[in-house]
């Protein structure tokens, strides 16, 4: 009988968890009082419950400095982590801000100690990722550019109201006007405020440059101007007017954040040309271009196709300048859900879709794209050949992670941006057919040839 040669294998024990950050701390985060947890034997209780005062976050710092923690982990819960993060990154603490999905525990009971201490005992074990967050100074233009969106909102609200007004008193100055905020609109919505309702001369009031003829407005004037109405009209043109005003006052503030960065000392791309055209609707008050150009340390990003300069201050205050915080193009696009999620089990795929976001940079992107479907450029003709292929959201998603590339890369190595021919893209399609021919027709013993007429 034949011995079995094979050795007896040892069973090793195996630490499945190794502890990687062994000074962590766990804070869970509510609206009137943090829980925090840290490692079992630094203090005589390894929970505690602090306010959410200021000075109660000091406390918590002194606790989390004489319990010798180095990184703490907290959730991001609303806007109530913002305070706490910001005091605890200025105290030297490495501050973790991690996404809620990340945290998903078995079910079972849950408090604010079990949370608390959930979170410390994985960021001891590694297991949690920060959530990207840029520098004070981007965050700080990040969060003006957020507000300054908002009052544009409002602003646009009122003018609905001022619509609604003058269609309840039959004025419909909405028929002969685009835009009832243009010159010749804003003239004839003052005087009628102000207690004008003769009609040739609130058409007189006219622009030159308006399609309509005097005539035409003149017609459209005719109502029945009620009290009430003028009054709703009359309020709305105030509102209206207050948040325009708080609007410039946001870009004055936005223009003195952005000159506090230097002066590029080797610009990567020629500065913006200035330009005389007269200033659209809702652009900032002030050379946004330049200020962009300067913040970026001389990379012109308005020179791709599709992104002007309110979409590119809307991109960069939530990615910043810095794109070593992503490792590789790959990773960026994936922060931006502009790639695809591919879910795999049993070896197939079984969805692939971009996953939902609301991340602001990935929907600036998106209408950047968008905007391209009747562009003559070769990222036109790009979303354009995609929209056949597909449909339209997948032809803008296409062409978003496309622009996003391009963005990265301009940024990463501090090049200018080469726009590519027209039909560039048209060509490497058809090259790429013709390739996937000449293999099909090899396997089957035939050789194509190109026909020259």
């Known amino acids: 009988m034949k011995k079995d040669k094979k050795k007896e294998q040892k069973v090793v024990e195996l630490d499945a968890f190794e502890q990687i950050n062994h000074n962590a701390a766990g804070i869970d985060i509510g609206a009137e009082e943090f829980y925090v947890a840290v490692p079992k034997g630094r203090d005589t209780e390894s929970v505690r419950r602090f306010p959410t005062f200021t000075a109660d976050i000091h406390r918590l710092a002194d606790w989390l400095a004489q319990c010798s923690v180095r990184t703490v982990a907290i959730e991001s819960t609303g806007v109530y982590w913002i305070p706490l993060y910001e005091i605890l990154e200025k105290r030297g603490f490495e501050v973790y801000l991690v996404n809620a999905r990340h945290l998903k525990n078995v079910t079972g009971r849950k408090t604010d100690v079990l949370d608390c201490q959930w979170l410390q005992q994985l960021h001891t074990y590694g297991l949690l990722r920060a959530s990207f967050r840029p520098s004070e100074q981007i965050c700080a233009i990040r969060s003006l550019v ?3 969106d908002m009052l544009v909102a409002y602003r646009s609200a009122h003018i609905q109201h001022m619509q609604k007004a003058l269609n309840l008193m039959n004025v419909r100055l909405t028929n002969v006007l685009s835009d009832i905020t243009g010159v010749t609109g804003m003239k004839i919505i003052r005087a009628i405020v102000s207690g004008e309702r003769n009609r040739k001369v609130l058409a007189s009031y006219r622009d030159a440059k308006c399609a309509k003829s005097e005539e035409e407005i003149e017609k459209s004037l005719e109502g029945n101007y009620k009290l009430e109405h003028l009054f709703v009209l009359k309020q709305a043109l105030e509102l209206y007017d207050f948040y325009d005003q708080q609007i410039k006052q946001c870009d004055q503030e936005l223009e003195t954040l952005y000159n506090e960065f230097e002066e590029p000392d080797q ?3 020629p500065a913006p040309e200035k330009r005389k055209r007269k200033r659209r609707k809702n652009q900032p008050h002030f050379d946004l271009s330049e200020s962009l150009y300067r913040m970026t340390g001389g990379i012109d990003l308005t020179k791709i196709d599709g ?11 939530e990615t910043g300048t810095d794109m070593s915080k992503w490792r590789t193009v790959k990773h960026f696009c994936s922060w931006l859900c502009l790639a695809p999620n591919n879910k795999i089990t049993g070896g197939k795929v079984r969805s692939s879709h971009t996953p939902h976001t609301k991340n602001r940079a990935s929907n600036a992107f998106r209408i950047a794209a968008q905007s391209l479907m009747k562009s003559k450029s070769a990222l036109g003709a790009y979303c354009r050949r995609m929209a056949a292929l597909h449909d339209a959201p997948t032809a803008i998603t296409a062409t978003a992670h ?10 990463k190595r501090r090049e200018a941006y080469r726009p590519l021919a027209t039909d560039y893209y048209e060509k490497e399609h058809r090259d790429k057919v013709v390739r996937s021919l000449q293999r099909r027709a090899a396997t089957l013993g035939f050789r194509l040839e190109t026909v020259t007429s």
């Open 307 to 317: 992104l002007e300069s309110l979409t590119v201050q809307e991109i960069l205050s």
């Open 267 to 269: 610009p990567g791309t």
């Open 146 to 148: 957020r507000h300054r």
């Open 402 to 411: 496309k622009l996003a590339k391009i963005f990265y890369f301009m940024l």
